[in-house]
Nanobody, 115 residues
Framework: QVQLVESGGGLVQPGGPLRLSCVTSGSIFRLNNMGWYRQAPGKQRELVATISSGGSTNYADSVKGRFTISRDNAKNTVYLQMNSLKPEDTAVYYC?????????WGQGTQVTVSS
């Protein structure tokens, strides 16, 4: 069974860094596309960053230059390094794994950027 577990969320001051991790199980991780999404209260879930099985990355314009998505296939883990955080980055961040038949989602981890 496919399972995704996010960690690393918390409270951080504006301008600070935070690193999120997503550990996966139940699939051949290196073959799957991965992504990070976020959802703020009252807003739609939006794409933050993606990384393909081949390592190609894409970012939302709002985070480009500040966030970095990466993966460690040996650890079945995808990361999101967030720098220069802004209050508008506050949201629940979700990890997604894309398989051929369907997508799988983690439970989410809260990121709050506030002074």
């Amino acid at each position: 069974q496919v399972q995704l577990v996010e960690s690393g969320g918390g409270l951080v001051q504006p301008g600070g860094p935070l690193r999120l991790s997503c550990v996966t199980s139940g699939s051949i991780f290196r073959l799957n596309n991965m992504g990070w999404y976020r959802q703020a209260p009252g807003k739609q879930r939006e794409l933050v960053a993606t990384i393909s099985s081949g390592g190609s990355t894409n970012y939302a314009d709002s985070v480009k230059g500040r966030f970095t998505i990466s993966r460690d296939n040996a650890k079945n883990t995808v990361y999101l390094q967030m720098n220069s955080l802004k209050p508008e980055d506050t949201a629940v961040y979700y990890c997604k794994q894309g398989l051929i038949t369907r997508d799988y989602w983690g439970q989410g981890t809260q990121v709050t950027v506030s002074s």
